[in-house]
């Protein structure tokens, strides 16, 4: 790793005001790239971070976002795929409001944010879309079932992306991370009736013994981002504490 391994290049990064896009950020700025921020609501970021004001649910926004990122920073060669929404219940207590939320977000809104920065993407050297899956993409887990549906659909786009652009030289990857303790699980966790032991519920599941922190998340989406990482495309990295693949006694 080089604190100049990102010199020179713009990433785009989707809800990354705060959680696991704010880290991602931070880590490309240190890395030495540009970075513009869009999020519903940026706030105030600090130097190398542009904000800009984005909903992913609304076509017109992500375009008028994408385009103004591009203009205001020379181009776009990464796109981060970070902004995303959880979802509490079973297919019984789900409404077909909150399926169809759930899927505009985390699913479309990654087709949204990626097909407009596609004409930017195209024009680089090193372009590299990222898109943030989870374990709940292969791994049943208690009542997340439009949570866990949007995810597998991440899963699958980032294949099919893969193979739609590889022959452009655009390369496209995602993360699937644990349980990560940002304010969105936070969030998550007030659906239940019992807080604080879904919490230690949550530590336990991985077989580390605790979350994912954001660090390590935004540290794998380096890695998938960085153009010493050419020859990695249509892959799935997972950072979830040995979850998917670990059994540990205990």
């Known amino acids: 790793m080089s604190a100049a391994e990102f010199e020179g290049l713009v990433a785009l990064v989707t809800g990354g005001g705060s959680g696991i896009g704010f880290a991602a950020a931070e880590e490309f700025v240190r890395r030495g ?10 706030g105030e970021l600090p130097e190398g971070m542009t904000g800009f004001r ?20 020379g181009g776009i060669d990464i796109v981060v795929n970070n902004a995303g929404i ?12 909150d399926w169809a939320r759930v899927l505009n977000i985390n699913v479309v809104g990654i087709a949204r944010v990626s ?16 898109n943030l899956a989870s374990i709940a993409s292969l ?5 997340r079932a439009a949570y ?10 980032t294949f099919a992306m893969a193979t739609d652009h590889v022959a452009e030289g655009i390369r496209v990857n995602c993360v699937s ?7 969105f699980v936070d969030r998550m966790l007030q659906g239940f009736d019992d807080p604080v032991a879904e919490r230690a519920a949550l530590d336990a ?9 954001p660090q390590e998340v935004a540290g794998a989406i380096m890695y998938l981002a960085s153009p010493q990482s050419g020859s990695t495309t249509g892959s799935m990295l997972d950072v979830d504490g040995g979850v998917t693949h670990i059994r540990a006694r205990r």
């Open 33 to 42: 790239a540009r970075v513009a921020v869009l999020d519903i609501n940026p």
């Open 54 to 73: 984005a909903d992913v649910s609304d076509r017109a926004s992500v375009d008028a976002a994408v385009a103004a990122a591009a203009e205001a920073l």
């Open 86 to 97: 959880s979802c509490v219940g079973t297919v019984e207590e789900t409404s077909d409001e």
């Open 115 to 130: 097909a407009a920065a596609l004409p930017w993407l195209r024009r680089s050297e090193h372009a590299a879309i990222v």
């Open 139 to 143: 791994n049943g887990l208690p009542q």
């Open 148 to 157: 866990a549906a949007s995810k597998g659909a991440v899963m699958a786009l």
């Open 177 to 183: 991370p644990g349980t990560v303790s940002t304010a």
């Open 205 to 213: 599941r991985q077989a580390t013994g605790r979350m994912v922190t």
